[in-house]
């Protein structure tokens, strides 16, 4: 089914006039979407989109364009519109597409025929037995904001005149719910989620148990004062941290001086127990994939090895800018041109359990949800600051719970600070894993 | 888009397994951008998006189909995809019949930005790259991106409604990285309107480069924010997000309905401080979020929400409303065709007061004065929201001091609207925003005048 993509990126490709540089990115998509509430379904979403994206350089300069069809005149239409957006690029000596770089696309298990078979009736099971669980977990629970079930496969190819042909399939499918327990008139939420390529993989009760319990013991919670603080962050904060340090080391943001991290290549830039890999091969990963947002490789790249930075990720632009090599590092949906980003990006873990990190600290606080990120996390100046909740530790113990307050401090300081790195390696929703990670002196802000 | 009969048809084929309620939403939309970064034009894109999703109600469960294939055999199969998700007992045939309906914005485009030469959105990069960068040495780095879409829609459903609409938006920002002896640091400013390319009648964009400029420079020598309770003041204009974290999602109905919000069984009870009205307002002429109709088909509404401080109503779109038997606020907004509709602000702004501004803050010892806020978010069930500071000053003695570095405020929705203990009369409209809310974005505005917040906790990092 693929080939059928792959047909259709070669016939754009063959388009291409003497001079000009062609890419046709094409993809398509069955993805179902069903929620669930008071054991019945309230909707049912199934549908196919697909898309074509159609990238032309001439002579330094490029020109974009998409639509979201695969129809011949859809397709003629927007290879006219590249063109013609061709000549109000600026010139540009390092524009231009990628070209084969001789790593081959790894062989990865992302495509499972078991989620295409996999009936709908067997999917509305699912969510429903999700809430279910969710309901019966405790006395305390009030309500869901939603339990739902997902699943998408998706397929796309790349060709470029510059000789590059990739095509890959891949399918994936979670269960996620927000709880709700309440307590008088006080109400708390916490979410639990299961992720996988296929259903099997699929743990719904653990789901709705993680969910469950993040909202009944936050019940009760009060301000914490404010304070300088040690803060153990658990996976799922961890790894949203990891992600916006990603952007940092993306080799776009070094080269157009918006990454706090340009000059330090070879540099200590935080605690020795810290090695950040992105490593979009790891099967285990959600967003893993045999190929980036150019057709290249994906691959293992080490960003930070105990602590010392060692590479910037990169594109074929981004690379070439630099007087490098890509490292497979584009992305892109089929409606825009690829950027630079990790793809999926990870601490190796550490050698404490998560108890341990806990009973080792004498005042602090567990940090079980952060908020706001999108807007209290600057990357370019590393300034943070985002709300959170979690539960206070006093003696090594776990105490009581905490809402309303933020934590803040730099990303360069929080990576100096890091005092400890859990194995407790958790694959999440997006596009980073987490471990607990112990931080000393970060500002809490409360009462 | 679509022929009326071929509409009455697609519908009588969604309604056919015992559906009680089908609508057929079509969209074409076209989107244009182009990009300057690192004193180069990047790039331009033209995109297309065209397709039509259909949604078939059989009690409590909607089931959902779309499609790119807008021929009467792409609707039918999506129909039938649709009313079979929908999982409908009844059967039988069922006639649909449309009454086209009209639609209106009270206004009329004056520049499609589709006729406009794109050699002309190219030089409005060039000359606010150009105009950032002139501020000073310190400005370091400088993106600029033009946007605009026009997006046709059809809405046509079993109750027999039947109306189009054709929405135009103009966006443009400008973004300046400032380099100095304390590192790196930015700012944005950003401007758009439901309207054609006399966008840029309305504004000055020379001043718009050199304002997100100067807000970098000025942040260069701020100080880390305090950390802890204080009084906040928020400028005029440039913190209606607080109104629509703080209260705005807590008022949707499908939230409410489902008991994950804190303003749930609430309506008639004073919620916020006397004085403060919030209205959310569809109907509001070239703002950011004016729609003429909603995606569901009803007309835009101006809907007060609170009103002298007393919760007057919820927002609703067509499934909660028909729950309820009352009439939807024409809050039913959705992505794009491939999404299904619910709950969604529009214009969300709180109405002006009678204090000068000046005093407000003279009359406030010591706190933040926020002269804009970025992004926030919200939790709906217990209220607690945060967002983020873009440009905040320190207020002592009365007066608007040294500028502080980023950081979040953080606060619990109900608790703030009663703490609010000055009104302004300088009302202005912000810039323009995308709620996102369970993956979906749409366009919103949002408004307020200079205000005070007895206490707001600041999540800074000073002591």
């Not at chain 1, 993809?27 to 697909?50: N, Y």
């Not at chain 1, 090895?305 to 949906?333: D, I, K, M, P």
């Not at chain 2, 054709?166 to 758009?192: N, P, Y």
């Not at chain 2, 500071?389 to 207020?395: G, N, V």
Request: charged share 20%; proline share 3%.
């Amino acid at each position: 089914m693929s080939d059928e993509l792959l047909a259709i990126a070669d016939r754009v490709v063959a388009m291409a006039k003497p001079g000009e540089q062609v890419e046709a990115v094409v993809v398509r998509g069955t993805e179902t979407e069903i929620k669930v509430f008071s054991g019945d379904v309230e909707s049912l979403s199934s549908a196919q989109s697909q898309g074509v994206g159609i990238r032309v350089v001439v002579d330094g300069r490029q020109g974009f364009a998409y639509a979201g069809s695969l129809d011949e005149s859809a397709i003629a239409e927007t290879l006219a519109d590249a063109r013609d957006n061709v000549s109000f690029a600026t010139f540009d000596e390092f524009a231009g597409l990628a070209e084969p770089d001789g790593v081959a696309v790894p062989v990865l298990d992302l495509h499972r025929d078991a989620m295409v078979s996999f009936a709908t009736s067997d999917k509305i099971a699912m969510a429903i037995e999700l809430e279910r669980v969710v309901m019966a977990a405790d006395p305390r629970i009030s309500g869901i904001e939603s339990a739902e079930y997902a699943d998408s496969i998706s397929e796309a190819a790349i060709a470029t005149s510059t000789g590059i042909r990739t095509v890959g399939s891949e399918t994936s499918c979670y269960v996620a719910t927000y709880a709700m327990a309440a307590d008088g008139d006080e109400t708390q939420t916490g979410f639990g989620f299961s992720v996988g390529r296929e259903p099997s993989d699929l743990d719904p009760s653990r789901a709705a148990l993680e969910a469950a319990s993040r909202a009944t013991r936050m019940l009760g919670a009060v301000q914490p004062p404010s304070g300088r603080l040690t803060v153990v962050l658990d996976p799922w904060v961890t790894a949203q941290f990891l992600g916006i340090l990603g952007y940092t080391l993306d080799g776009e943001s070094v080269l157009k001086g918006r990454s706090l991290f340009a000059d330090r290549l070879g540099e200590s830039v935080g605690s020795s127990l810290l090695t950040l890999i992105d490593d979009p091969t790891d099967v285990r990963s959600f967003t893993a994939t045999d190929a980036d947002g150019e057709g290249l490789a994906a691959r293992r790249n080490v960003l930070i090895e105990n602590g010392v930075l060692q590479q910037f990720v990169h594109n074929a632009y981004s690379a070439r800018r630099a007087g490098t090599v890509s490292t497979g590092n584009a992305v892109r949906g089929f409606k825009s041109t690829p950027s630079v980003g990790c793809l999926s990006v990870s601490l190796v873990p550490g050698n404490s359990d998560p108890a341990a990190l806990i009973a080792s600290i004498n005042d602090g606080v567990l940090v079980q949800e952060v908020s706001g990120l999108h807007s209290g996390v600057n990357p370019v100046s590393g300034d943070f600051s985002t709300g959170a909740e979690g539960l206070r530790i006093r003696n090594g113990e776990l105490a009581e719970p905490v809402r309303e307050f933020t934590i803040a401090s730099t990303l360069q300081k929080m990576l100096r600070d890091v005092q400890a790195v859990g194995n407790d390696l958790e694959f999440l929703p997006m596009n980073a894993s987490g471990v607990s990670l112990v931080v000393a002196d970060l500002t809490v802000s409360g009462s | 888009m679509i022929e009326q009969s071929v509409l009455e048809e697609v519908l009588g084929v969604a309604m056919r397994t015992g559906g009680e309620f089908a609508e057929v939403f079509a969209e074409d939309r076209r989107n244009a951008s182009a990009v300057l970064d690192d004193g180069r034009v990047e790039e331009l894109t033209s995109g297309r998006d065209r397709g039509a999703g259909i949604r078939v109600v059989v009690g409590e469960t909607t089931g959902f189909a779309h499609t790119a294939d807008l021929s009467e055999a792409g609707l039918i199969a999506a129909a039938e995809a649709a009313a079979a998700a929908a999982r409908g007992g009844g059967g039988g045939t069922n006639v649909v019949a449309l009454h086209r309906g009209t639609s209106s914005r009270g206004y009329d485009i004056e520049t499609f930005p589709g006729d406009v030469p794109k050699a002309r959105k190219v030089e409005l990069l060039t000359r606010a790259d150009e105009a950032a960068r002139a501020v000073g040495d310190a400005i370091s780095q400088v993106s600029v991106s033009y946007g605009d879409n026009r997006r046709r829609i059809l809405v046509a459903n079993s109750d027999g409604v039947f109306v189009e609409d054709d929405t135009v938006r103009t966006f443009f920002a400008v973004s300046c990285v400032a380099t100095g002896d304390t590192g790196m640091q930015t700012g944005r400013e950003s401007v758009g309107h439901t309207i054609g390319f006399e966008l840029f009648d309305m504004y000055d964009i020379d001043q718009l480069a050199r304002n997100a400029a100067e807000r970098a420079i000025t942040k260069l020598a701020a100080r880390p924010a305090p950390s802890g309770q204080m009084p906040v003041v928020i400028g005029s204009g440039g913190g209606g997000v607080l109104f629509h974290e703080a209260c705005g999602h807590g008022l949707e109905a499908d939230l409410v309905s489902k008991g994950a919000s804190v303003f749930r069984g609430r309506v008639g009870q004073q919620v916020a401080s006397k004085g403060v009205t919030v209205v959310d307002d569809g109907t509001m002429a070239r703002e950011w979020g004016n729609i003429a109709i909603d995606d569901e088909g009803n007309p835009a509404q101006r809907n007060v929400l609170i009103e002298d401080g007393i919760l007057t109503d919820y927002m609703w779109d067509h499934l909660r409303a028909r729950k309820e038997g009352r009439r939807s606020s024409g809050n039913g907004r959705r992505q794009s065709y491939q999404n299904l509709p619910m709950v969604r602000m529009t214009n969300t702004y709180l109405l002006a007061g009678e204090e000068d501004p000046e005093s407000i803050i003279a009359s406030t010892p010591k706190g933040v004065y926020v002269k804009h806020l970025g992004g926030g978010q919200v939790n709906t069930a217990t209220g607690d929201f945060v967002f983020g500071m873009t440009e905040a000053y320190l207020i002592e003695d009365g007066k608007v001091t040294e500028p502080l570095r980023e950081g979040n405020l953080i606060g619990n929705g109900p608790e703030v609207l009663q703490r609010i203990d000055a009104l302004g009369n300088d009302f202005a409209m912000g810039p323009p925003g995308t709620c996102g809310k369970d993956g979906q974005g749409v366009p919103v505005g949002d408004g307020v005048p200079t205000l005070r917040v007895s206490s707001l906790t600041i999540g800074g990092t000073a002591a």
